[in-house]
């Protein structure tokens, strides 16, 4: 199939099954992991990180609020191995749920089965980094995880009635052959959710004197994946410095993009170029984008929870209102910084 082909096929298919744009946010944990040797990462690159690099509860939450103001989505939480055990996992998943009135996504590292059987309907599914095609070139790049444990983190996620996730790297030195073993990934593991990422290549690793992949081998990939699987859900990241990609992904079949700081795109020249490549989008797409990337009337230092959610938890809601002066600090905090950038 020619790769215009690909494209329209890709694009009729996604709008066939889908109604949404999504602007997802990654809410990250910490900035630190125990592993540190994936080739390709800038956390490979930090020696030491005083209390593992942590963010506090509040910073977290109110990171939560601010995403729920916008109507943006939480791709997932996002940590490095080993950040926090699984206590304190579990209660920041309930408490973002609590807030944002969704299940939660959760990448954040392989969880032991008795561990991931501690959860509830507040969680949504689980991610396996497993970062590209095949296990060979997998473990050239992460040579400290474990492929078969990914897998197997897979199969008992699937078992528990999660749902699972993966997520690949593109430009790491895969071969475009080698697509079809991703393709039996995800059939074999029954996966929902890819999202995909273009190389960003990080001072300190192996391949901070790369560039990142082509964009049309981008746009090829995303679509044979679409056509393959018409009701997947992929996940698209880009970077600041490559925003026009916004449409052609979301012709090619992406439901949804992220890797956006608020900070440092809310309301700024950047949102309004993506906004504008979005509306773009819009004009020849069923699908809508129900959020924001420019109004700032919707960032307000006040803390809401959903009124009709199943998703309430109300113990985790009173522990989090037992916090609201600092959170609302956090909240105040990030609006500032948003509007003095812009």
């Not at 579990?90 to 008795?114: A, Y």
Request: hydrophobic residues 35%; aromatic residues 12%.
């Amino acid at each position: 199939m020619q790769f215009s082909e690909k494209i329209t096929k890709a694009f009729e298919l996604t709008e066939r099954n889908f109604e949404s744009i999504n602007i997802e946010r990654a809410i990250f944990l910490s900035y630190y992991c125990d592993l540190r040797d994936c080739k390709f990462c800038y956390m490979s690159t930090i020696k030491s990180s005083p209390k593992k690099g942590l963010r506090s509860f509040e910073s977290i939450f109110a990171e939560a609020f601010l995403v729920k103001m916008v109507n943006w989505k939480v791709e997932f939480l996002s940590s490095g191995y080993g950040a926090y055990n699984i206590e304190k996992i579990i209660e920041i998943v309930k408490g973002v749920s609590s807030i944002t009135g969704e299940p939660v996504w959760l990448n954040t590292g392989i969880l032991e089965k008795e561990e991931l059987s501690l959860f509830g309907s507040e969680l949504k599914g689980v991610t396996a980094s497993i970062e590209t095609f095949t296990e060979k070139l997998f473990q050239e790049l992460c040579p400290s995880k474990n492929w078969d444990a990914m897998m197997e983190f897979l199969e008992y996620s699937k078992e528990l009635g999660y749902k699972r996730g993966i997520t690949i790297v593109l430009g790491l030195g895969e071969k475009k052959d080698d697509l079809d073993n991703l393709f039996q990934i995800i059939k074999d593991y029954k996966v929902d959710r890819v999202t995909f990422y273009s190389l960003n290549p990080h001072k300190g690793t192996i391949f901070e004197n790369s560039i990142p992949p082509p964009s049309l081998y981008y746009l090829d990939v995303i679509s044979e994946t679409r056509i393959m699987f018409p009701k997947i859900e992929i996940i698209t990241g880009i970077w600041s410095d490559r925003i026009n990609l916004v449409g052609p992904l979301l012709l090619a079949g992406s439901n949804g993009i992220t890797k956006f700081s608020m900070q440092k795109f809310y309301g700024s020249k950047l949102g309004k170029s993506l906004s504008s490549e979005i509306k773009e989008f819009e004009n020849i797409s069923k699908r809508r984008f129900k959020g924001s990337m420019t109004d700032m009337s919707l960032l307000k230092n006040e803390i809401e929870f959903p009124e009709k959610s199943e998703y309430t938890n109300k113990f985790i809601e009173e522990e989090i209102l037992k916090k609201k002066e600092l959170i609302k600090e956090r909240i105040d905090s990030y609006i500032t910084e948003i509007k003095s950038l812009k």
